[in-house]
């Protein structure tokens, strides 16, 4: 362990060492002297520069003040204070305090998430003013004898008004070269607008008026309006088109009008594009993203416009959970029930549920917006936690669309495309319609198989003896890419056990579909959104706005599924549900129907009435029976009743202790020691199921065991985990595995 503290001689005795947090994996603090400038008490919520290890440095966060070692130990001292001012302090730091006992993480590295990564490596807090340009009154002077060119087009665009940047870049290329043209001879200025009123910066359109509320959506705004006095968490359960966003936006704007600022936090990058181009037309104020397709710099820039109180409106992914909110008025957390909003990784926070912690510290009401509202937030709802607000029917004279199953037991089938479905259409293409081919598996096949042994190109850093990993088949046949651990390699030439040629890709992905349809209907376009076609930064917005109004076919994966607005699309085919109808994970059956709800609902939001089609081995499925008969409001009622017998959440809450090692034996006996040790703390308290295999056994050439925490109520849970921690950090094998705790679990993979 890095030490803290070393024993040379001690020249000064400053009153009290400062605690300091480092992003580092140790469940504790680390003292350090005060720098010799130090004035008055520690800082707290300012990051630091300190000398940790033998010879290296890192940045922490003043987190507190402790008292000086009595036995003479001295302290390193601190190298550098960064701030001026703290950058966490009240709410946010204590809610980042209240983030890292929930997930029993270092305290260190729960900072270091909710700080961007500039501000993370010890940058400065970065300029965030709004710059404009202007005339000078030599430049009014000499605009009549300009030369044609650039400069004098900026210079007649500034003399009808300054203009700031962002408008500039939108709409005059090369502006910045005949600016400074124009400012070497002292032809225009630029300045800094009112930092304290960014919002009313020169270009920014005024706010567009919005269509009259239904009597449904006015209930649900006043409700939110009525809550806007203290913390309240309101319960946005509106079908698919039914004016949910139009409800954010009104209750945005009484924030806006209030004085206040307010967060959105969506699931996918892909949502950010057309979120922010609405809520922009309509708010008249800049609104910011914060999402991973920006810049680590204009992440940064956003998260200091918050702190500076400059952003009124933040839309943002997971990650925007953590920006401070100093003039906080309302929080909107769009389709809840996404999986996106939890982290897999690192520290293992849910978005919605940190949202709601904080929005009950900050005395504000948090909004959680769904068609298919997870179970959670249903029984919560049901429960009388959350006020629960409905919206029943579609926004204007858009219907519900029709739903048809299509039984495909013994049919042909091209790509995974049924006779029917294909007829179908072309049909719709015909008379001028555009239709959405969903299938939530990217890449050209599931698998490549040999024909006459039975082969099959598995992943090898992911496979066991007893079960294998297949890699997808990618770029039309020709390489092979595991989902899993990334591995990739080209399709061999024959097959490596028989040496035959007859290799055949098995299944069809989002690649395959798209080479199907394109060459059945050469005649129309065929684009295919999934993560291989939208990598690049704003590829989404791109894509579906050169799809335009013209009769063509969309292929995509989950990425469609939810709050894109595509108004001319009148047919949705749904295919490949069957293997999500027989998944072992319990969650899978709430997963499939909400994404059979949401894919469903991208047809027919306009006037234009929409059809689905539900392609499938088994019509009858009882799942596909409720969701046909009741809705998913019919399905969540069974599927409640099935997990309160059973005991898993909402009516258990959860715990997971996954371990990875090269050999299983050594990640076995990490996890037995740690049931021991969780068994002794609980006192039979906690129920305790494992060590077993993960239901992945082997990924990236570790082996994968987990250890499931489970229990009726959360505080015998934590209990038992504060009490048994420390004894498991300090095991022999701890250093031996990969390990890590996940809290509320959304899956057991």
């Given at each position: 362990?890095?030490?803290?503290?070393?024993?040379?001689?001690?020249?000064?005795?400053?009153?009290?060492?400062?605690?300091?947090?480092?992003?580092?994996?140790?469940?504790?603090?680390?003292?350090?002297?005060?720098?010799?400038?130090?004035?008055?008490?520690?800082?707290?919520?300012?990051?630091?520069?300190?000398?940790?290890?033998?010879?290296?440095?890192?940045?922490?966060?003043?987190?507190?003040?402790?008292?000086?070692?009595?036995?003479?130990?001295?302290?390193?001292?601190?190298?550098?204070?960064?701030?001026?001012?703290?950058?966490?302090?009240?709410?946010?730091?204590?809610?980042?305090?209240?983030?890292?006992?929930?997930?029993?993480?270092?305290?260190?590295?729960?900072?270091?998430?909710?700080?961007?990564?500039?501000?993370?490596?010890?940058?400065?807090?970065?300029?965030?003013?709004?710059?404009?340009?202007?005339?000078?009154?030599?430049?009014?002077?000499?605009?009549?004898?300009?030369?044609?060119?650039?400069?004098?087009?900026?210079?007649?665009?500034?003399?009808?008004?300054?203009?700031?940047?962002?408008?500039?870049?939108?709409?005059?290329?090369?502006?910045?070269?005949?600016?400074?043209?124009?400012?070497?001879?002292?032809?225009?200025?630029?300045?800094?607008?009112?930092?304290?009123?960014?919002?009313?910066?020169?270009?920014?359109?005024?706010?567009?008026?919005?269509?009259?509320?239904?009597?449904?959506?006015?209930?649900?705004?006043?409700?939110?309006?009525?809550?806007?006095?203290?913390?309240?968490?309101?319960?946005?359960?509106?079908?698919?088109?039914?004016?949910?966003?139009?409800?954010?936006?009104?209750?945005?704007?009484?924030?806006?009008?209030?004085?206040?600022?307010?967060?959105?936090?969506?699931?996918?990058?892909?949502?950010?594009?057309?979120?922010?181009?609405?809520?922009?037309?309509?708010?008249?104020?800049?609104?910011?993203?914060?999402?991973?397709?920006?810049?680590?710099?204009?992440?940064?820039?956003?998260?200091?416009?918050?702190?500076?109180?400059?952003?009124?409106?933040?839309?943002?992914?997971?990650?925007?959970?953590?920006?401070?909110?100093?003039?906080?008025?309302?929080?909107?957390?769009?389709?809840?029930?996404?999986?996106?909003?939890?982290?897999?990784?690192?520290?293992?926070?849910?978005?919605?549920?940190?949202?709601?912690?904080?929005?009950?510290?900050?005395?504000?009401?948090?909004?959680?917006?769904?068609?298919?509202?997870?179970?959670?937030?249903?029984?919560?709802?049901?429960?009388?936690?959350?006020?629960?607000?409905?919206?029943?029917?579609?926004?204007?004279?858009?219907?519900?669309?029709?739903?048809?199953?299509?039984?495909?037991?013994?049919?042909?089938?091209?790509?995974?495309?049924?006779?029917?479905?294909?007829?179908?259409?072309?049909?719709?293409?015909?008379?001028?319609?555009?239709?959405?081919?969903?299938?939530?598996?990217?890449?050209?096949?599931?698998?490549?198989?040999?024909?006459?042994?039975?082969?099959?190109?598995?992943?090898?850093?992911?496979?066991?003896?007893?079960?294998?990993?297949?890699?997808?088949?990618?770029?039309?046949?020709?390489?092979?890419?595991?989902?899993?651990?990334?591995?990739?390699?080209?399709?061999?030439?024959?097959?490596?056990?028989?040496?035959?040629?007859?290799?055949?890709?098995?299944?069809?992905?989002?690649?395959?579909?798209?080479?199907?349809?394109?060459?059945?209907?050469?005649?129309?376009?065929?684009?295919?959104?999934?993560?291989?076609?939208?990598?690049?930064?704003?590829?989404?917005?791109?894509?579906?706005?050169?799809?335009?109004?013209?009769?063509?076919?969309?292929?995509?994966?989950?990425?469609?599924?939810?709050?894109?607005?595509?108004?001319?699309?009148?047919?949705?085919?749904?295919?490949?549900?069957?293997?999500?109808?027989?998944?072992?994970?319990?969650?899978?059956?709430?997963?499939?129907?909400?994404?059979?709800?949401?894919?469903?609902?991208?047809?027919?939001?306009?006037?234009?009435?929409?059809?689905?089609?539900?392609?499938?081995?088994?019509?009858?499925?009882?799942?596909?029976?409720?969701?046909?008969?009741?809705?998913?409001?019919?399905?969540?009622?069974?599927?409640?009743?099935?997990?309160?017998?059973?005991?898993?959440?909402?009516?258990?809450?959860?715990?997971?202790?996954?371990?990875?090692?090269?050999?299983?034996?050594?990640?076995?006996?990490?996890?037995?020691?740690?049931?021991?040790?969780?068994?002794?703390?609980?006192?039979?308290?906690?129920?305790?199921?494992?060590?077993?295999?993960?239901?992945?056994?082997?990924r990236a050439g570790y082996q994968r065991a987990q250890l499931l925490l489970s229990c009726p109520t959360r505080g015998p849970l934590h209990a038992a985990l504060d009490t048994a921690l420390p004894a498991i950090h300090a095991l022999p094998d701890a250093r031996r595995v990969r390990w890590s705790l996940d809290v509320d679990p959304v899956d057991l993979y």
């Open positions: 362990m890095p030490p803290a503290r070393d024993d040379a001689p001690s020249t000064a005795h400053p009153p009290a060492a400062w605690q300091v947090a480092l992003p580092v994996p140790l469940a504790r603090l680390f003292d350090y002297c005060p720098p010799a400038d130090a004035r008055g008490p520690a800082p707290v919520g300012s990051r630091v520069r300190v000398p940790f290890g033998a010879s290296g440095e890192r940045i922490g966060v003043v987190v507190g003040s402790a008292p000086i070692p009595a036995d003479g130990t001295a302290l390193k001292p601190v190298s550098a204070l960064l701030d001026d001012a703290p950058l966490l302090h009240g709410e946010l730091l204590d809610s980042l305090r209240w983030l890292a006992r929930y997930t029993h993480a270092p305290l260190g590295e729960v900072l270091a998430t909710a700080l961007p990564g500039p501000l993370r490596h010890g940058e400065p807090l970065p300029d965030t003013r709004t710059w404009a340009w202007r005339l000078t009154e030599a430049g009014a002077t000499a605009l009549d004898g300009m030369r044609a060119g650039r400069p004098r087009q900026l210079a007649q665009a500034l003399h009808a008004g300054s203009l700031d940047e962002a408008v500039l870049d939108a709409v005059h290329d090369g502006w910045r070269a005949a600016a400074r043209s124009l400012h070497g001879r002292g032809l225009v200025e630029r300045f800094a607008l009112d930092d304290c009123a960014p919002h009313t910066a020169t270009g920014t359109p005024p706010a567009a008026p919005g269509p009259t509320p239904n009597d449904e959506q006015q209930v649900a705004i006043d409700a939110i309006r009525g809550a806007a006095g203290g913390f309240a968490a309101l319960l946005l359960d509106g079908v698919t088109g039914s004016g949910k966003t139009e409800v954010y936006l009104q209750a945005i704007a009484d924030c806006l009008a209030r004085g206040k600022q307010a967060l959105v936090l969506v699931p996918e990058i892909g949502l950010t594009p057309q979120t922010l181009a609405r809520f922009r037309a309509r708010l008249g104020v800049p609104v910011h993203a914060l999402h991973s397709g920006l810049s680590d710099g204009e992440r940064a820039r956003t998260w200091a416009a918050c702190l500076r109180g400059q952003a009124r409106v933040v839309v943002g992914t997971r990650s925007a959970v953590f920006l401070p909110l100093p003039d906080a008025g309302l929080i909107v957390i769009d389709e809840e029930h996404d999986g996106s909003f939890k982290q897999l990784d690192g520290i293992r926070y849910h978005a919605r549920d940190f949202a709601l912690v904080r929005g009950k510290a900050l005395g504000v009401p948090v909004v959680l917006g769904s068609a298919t509202p997870s179970l959670e937030s249903l029984h919560n709802a049901t429960g009388g936690r959350y006020a629960h607000l409905r919206l029943t029917r579609r926004a204007g004279r858009a219907q519900p669309p029709r739903v048809r199953v299509v039984d495909v037991r013994k049919r042909p089938l091209t790509a995974g495309l049924s006779p029917e479905l294909l007829a179908d259409l072309g049909q719709v293409l015909q008379a001028g319609g555009q239709a959405l081919v969903f299938k939530n598996r990217r890449g050209y096949a599931p698998v490549l198989l040999c024909h006459d042994c039975g082969w099959a190109a598995h992943c090898t850093r992911c496979s066991t003896p007893e079960r294998g990993t297949p890699m997808t088949v990618h770029g039309g046949g020709r390489r092979l890419q595991c989902h899993h651990c990334g591995a990739r390699r080209p399709v061999p030439n024959a097959c490596p056990d028989c040496g035959g040629l007859a290799l055949q890709a098995q299944g069809a992905g989002t690649e395959r579909i798209e080479e199907a349809l394109a060459e059945r209907f050469p005649d129309v376009p065929v684009l295919r959104i999934d993560r291989g076609t939208t990598q690049r930064r704003d590829a989404l917005e791109q894509a579906l706005a050169g799809f335009g109004d013209a009769p063509g076919i969309l292929v995509g994966t989950q990425m469609l599924a939810k709050g894109h607005d595509l108004p001319h699309l009148t047919r949705v085919a749904v295919v490949g549900i069957d293997e999500g109808l027989f998944s072992a994970d319990f969650r899978a059956p709430e997963k499939l129907a909400q994404l059979l709800i949401q894919v469903a609902g991208r047809a027919g939001r306009a006037e234009k009435p929409g059809e689905v089609l539900l392609q499938t081995h088994h019509p009858e499925h009882p799942l596909l029976a409720t969701l046909l008969s009741g809705g998913y409001a019919a399905f969540a009622a069974e599927e409640m009743e099935q997990r309160e017998a059973a005991g898993f959440p909402p009516f258990a809450h959860l715990a997971l202790m996954r371990a990875e090692a090269k050999q299983l034996d050594i990640a076995h006996a990490f996890l037995r020691a740690s049931r021991e040790a969780l068994a002794d703390a609980a006192a039979g308290a906690v129920e305790l199921s494992g060590p077993l295999p993960a239901p992945m056994p082997r």
